[in-house]
Each structure stands twice: as structure tokens, then as C-alpha cells.
């Protein structure tokens, strides 16, 4: 991924209903979603014009799109929040996200289970 800079969001909250538990889908959870867009940042760092780069408020509604979706696994969730940045906007060449839940339903104290997921065009 050289030669790209990065664009991220870091820490977006959403209470949302994922899980494979059929409780999970009716009670919900917190989730935290981190996202880092590899691309070319040259033009817009030269021309101060957002048109030249991608709006990080635009990723935020493309991510909160998906949350509003529910599914069973974290690794879905991930996928599908990078397959929309993907189809939204054809500048992106790669793209980390990580989906967090907090205080997962485990029989243990944790504050978080995540997923991360990176792709390429």
C-alpha cells in the first residue's frame, strides 16, 4: 500500500443488533467501528478542496448504514462496512475496519470483542 496516505475515523458508536444469539438481536449492544481508507490524498493536500478527497462524514453515514443492519458475526459486519466503502467511492485502494463489541456476552469480565479485516481492490 505505498504511496497512499490514510483517512480514518476512529471510535464511531453505534448501538446496534448484532449477534448470533437470539437475544442479541432483541436487547442490542454498544459497538465501537474504527475505519482507515488507504488512497491518494495528494490533489486535495494541494487544493484544500474537499471534492479532491473523500469526506470522513460521508464514510460515517456509509458505516452507520451497515450497523442499522443487523447480522450474526462481527466478520460480516466488517466485510460489509468495507465492500460499501468500496462501492461508494472508487478512489479507496484498500481499507482497514474493525468492529468492536463492548462488554460481550461472555462468562468472563471483557470490555470488548473485535474483528478487524483489511482489503484490497
Known amino acids: 500500500m505505498d504511496n497512499y496516505q490514510t483517512i480514518s475515523l476512529t471510535d464511531l458508536r453505534f448501538y446496534a ?12 449492544a454498544e459497538y465501537s467501528v474504527n475505519v482507515t481508507i488507504y ?36 466478520e460480516s459486519v466488517a466485510n ?20 468492536s463489541k463492548l462488554n460481550p456476552p461472555v462468562q468472563i469480565p471483557c470490555s470488548a470483542a473485535s474483528v478487524t479485516i483489511t482489503l484490497s481492490r
Open 17 to 28: 443488533y448484532h449477534g448470533v444469539e437470539p437475544q442479541e438481536r432483541i436487547v442490542g
Open 39 to 74: 488512497t491518494d490524498v495528494t490533489k486535495a493536500a494541494q487544493t484544500d478542496n474537499v471534492k479532491d478527497t473523500i469526506n470522513y462524514a460521508s464514510i460515517a453515514l456509509s458505516v452507520k448504514k451497515i450497523m442499522n443492519q443487523p447480522k450474526n458475526l462481527l
Open 80 to 99: 460489509s462496512i468495507i465492500q460499501e466503502l468500496f462501492s461508494q467511492y472508487r478512489i479507496i485502494k484498500a481499507a482497514t475496519v474493525t468492529v
